[in-house]
């Protein structure tokens, strides 16, 4: 069992997707290790090479989980070059991330957040220091994860401490006039257009209406309240701006997908 202040939970968060065995072997790497280890899936359909996508995805579920988590998201495109691994100590998490830009999304949210960026002493204290070009998620970040939360590495003997790391490829909503401009960071398997705008960015409009594609929506409450097949916009489960068809998929309806600009405007400044 692993010690007080972990708890054995180790989540998983690729571009790999299923086709090929990359997630198996990176779940066998941990058990190897840790056969105790309770590894959940979080997502394997990241859009492959866009890490801005599983920072968005994990600084929002990372804390439904409980404390003393593990969590591994593996987007990189730069594996094998000179690139960063990042461990963070937020909230009573771990969060390993190749220095991407992959964690700036959790950083921003935990003001109060460690940084460490894994050295080749902290790799060599676990036998780690030789590692495939092209797949550092079996090499390093499964069996890195796996003593972690199996309690048997620290993070102060991983690396040190560092206060800078590569920003967000995606820049955060800006607010002029009356709205609000943000992009779809994401869409989900239902064709839920699922943008950056955060709900606390809507504080201040009267009669907001969601402005994406050639559509102008008001924000309804959930997708029942209009008839299927009409388009709508939501706060949704995750407490960001949401552009849906119901019963349909809006990103083919309405041919956007990842990037489509999408503006929040008050209706009362409308022109």
Wanted: aromatic share 8%; glycine share 10%.
């Amino acid at each position: 069992m692993p010690p007080a202040d972990t708890c054995g939970v180790i989540t998983l968060t690729t571009d790999f997707g299923q086709q090929d065995p990359f997630v198996g072997v990176m779940k066998g790497r941990i058990y190897e290790r840790f056969p105790a280890a309770r590894i959940v899936d979080l997502t394997h359909e990241i859009l492959a090479h866009w890490p801005a996508e599983a920072g968005f995805w994990l600084a929002r579920a990372f804390g439904y989980f409980p404390r003393g988590t593990v969590h591994v998201a593996v987007v990189d495109p730069g594996v094998g070059t000179a690139r960063d691994i990042l461990l963070v100590e937020a909230a009573g998490h771990l969060l390993l991330a190749p220095d991407n830009g992959l964690l700036a999304p959790v950083l921003a949210r935990v003001a109060d957040a460690t940084v460490r960026c894994i050295d080749a002493a902290g790799l060599g204290r676990f036998g780690l220091g030789r590692a495939s070009a092209t797949f550092h998620g079996r090499d390093i970040f499964a069996p890195l994860a796996a003593e972690l939360a199996a309690g048997r590495a620290a993070p102060a003997e991983l690396g040190p401490v560092q206060s800078s790391w590569v920003p967000a490829w995606v820049e955060d909503p800006r607010a002029n006039a009356g709205a609000v401009h943000g992009v779809v960071i994401t869409v989900d398997h239902f064709g839920n257009l699922i943008s950056n705008i955060d709900s606390r960015w809507l504080s201040g409009l009267i009669e907001p209406h969601v402005y994406a594609g050639n559509r102008v929506l008001p924000i309804r409450r959930t997708y029942g309240d209009v008839r299927p097949g009409e388009f709508l916009a939501l706060v949704n489960s995750f407490d960001v701006v949401e552009i849906a068809c119901a019963e349909g998929s809006a990103a083919d309806a309405l041919g956007l997908s990842r990037g489509a600009p999408v503006v929040v405007r008050d209706a009362v400044h409308r022109g």
